[in-house]
């Protein structure tokens, strides 16, 4: 039984319901996360075309998430005073007008611009899916609402390239971004038509011993473990940067790896994830050992990254390494959103979600600037030591919300 519901004398909800809002919430995800490598698979196409520099190129990705990053945190204002629906709306028609954009630009300078509109677009997704998740899914079943919602992330990531190339290959880049386009534009009616379920019914129940920081709009800044959890954010971004732009390259250099199979590493990464986070999901049932379980799952991927890095692995066997390293990385998923959820004070979700997330917009957005640098001179085990150093520091950064948010609660 749904003991929240309960404890506020609501019936339960049905788990038809929480699928209904889950795969919802799921679908609109996978959109965001397919809309960041919107242009990096296009790339050779881009090039020829604009006569651009791949400088040129990474530049409209900088773009992208520097204004995401501004947008995701200014939206969770606006998730928590307009409700999370009408935004969400907003955010996919901006991604799928910027597809659209993008597929008709004359020139560099369009695409820019139609980047700044897909940076907007996406920036609204975490305050308002966890605002969703979180008001709306019973708390038995939200690790495997989290779990679902990362799920659909990493196959967003995986089915743009799947989706784009084929199209650019058959036909013209112009006609892969159109498609990308319709798919946004498709979801968003799916969405539309399914409104009902999406809709929030007022405030959600304050918690005993609320403290003034939830009624305040910007009290949530003044709780340490609210910047706890950004900087956790800031690091996985990192992490993530780096196993999805130089990690395979470094390992082909490092161990002779044929150039088709370096080119699997990322996607068994990514499959191999969302599996773990299948099961990162029941472990999320119990959020007392949220930190243990993410100081875990990227324990287990530091030791097979320093594996990689400085083991004699044979070529064929890198990728089965990536996908372990992907299992393990994902079993903490779940987790790790719930070390958020439970320094989040109620009806303060969005603010809080849009703050903690522009971590992750920062994280990718600074990494290249010093893993690139390593990659140009050569000093590929210096990544490889770099991810494990980055994976080191979300291990005790999780402890440390826990830590920040225990010592709140006694002082409290």
């Not at 089915?159 to 290959?169: D, G, K, R, T």
Request: aromatic residues 12%; charged residues 10%; positive net charge.
């Amino acid at each position: 039984m749904n003991t929240t519901s309960t404890m506020a004398g609501l019936p339960p909800v049905s788990l038809r319901k929480d699928a209904g809002v889950i795969g919802l919430v799921g679908l609109a995800h996978m959109i965001s996360h397919f809309s960041q490598l919107l242009l990096a698979p296009l790339f050779p196409w881009l090039k020829e075309a604009f006569n651009a520099s791949y400088t040129e190129l990474g530049f409209l990705m900088t773009l992208f998430f520097v204004v995401s990053c501004g947008v995701q945190a200014a939206s969770g204002f606006l998730v928590d005073r307009f409700g999370p629906r009408p935004i969400l709306f907003g955010g996919l028609a901006l991604l799928g007008l910027a597809a659209f954009g993008f597929a008709v630009s004359p020139g560099y300078w369009a695409m820019a611009l139609c980047s700044v509109v897909a940076g907007v677009g996406n920036g609204v997704f975490h305050p308002v899916d966890y605002t969703l998740l979180n008001r709306k899914v019973s708390p038995r079943r939200l690790g495997h609402a989290y779990s679902f919602h990362g799920i659909t992330g990493s196959l967003g990531w995986a089915a743009a390239p799947a989706l784009l190339v084929p199209l650019a290959i058959a036909f013209s880049w112009r006609v892969a971004l159109m498609g990308a386009g319709t798919l946004a534009f498709a979801v968003l009616a799916i969405l539309w038509l399914n409104r009902a379920a999406l809709k929030l019914d007022g405030a959600g129940p304050a918690r005993p011993g609320q403290t003034p920081h939830a009624t305040d709009s910007f009290g949530f800044l003044r709780i340490p473990a609210v910047w706890m959890c950004f900087g956790f954010f800031f690091f996985y971004a990192v992490v993530l940067s780096v196993i999805q732009a130089f990690a395979p390259e470094a390992a082909r250099q490092l161990h002779g790896v044929p150039v088709a199979v370096a080119a699997l590493c990322l996607t068994v990464y990514m499959i191999c994830s969302a599996g773990g986070m299948v099961l990162g999901g029941f472990l999320a049932s119990d959020p007392r050992r949220c930190e243990r379980v993410v100081a875990a799952g990227f324990g287990i991927a530091a030791l097979i990254a320093l594996a990689i890095g400085f083991g004699p692995v044979p070529a064929m066997a890198v990728p089965v390494m990536f996908g372990a390293m992907g299992f393990a990385s994902g079993i903490a998923g779940p987790s790790r959103d719930l070390l958020v959820k439970r320094s989040t004070p109620e009806n303060a979700t969005g603010r809080v979600y849009g703050i903690v997330y522009s971590g992750l917009d920062i994280g990718q957005a600074v990494s290249p600037l010093f893993f690139g640098a390593l990659m140009d001179r050569h000093q590929y085990q210096g990544v490889w030591l770099g991810l494990v150093a980055m994976q080191a520091v979300l291990i005790a950064s999780a402890f440390n919300v826990r830590r920040v948010r225990r010592t709140a609660v006694a002082v409290a």
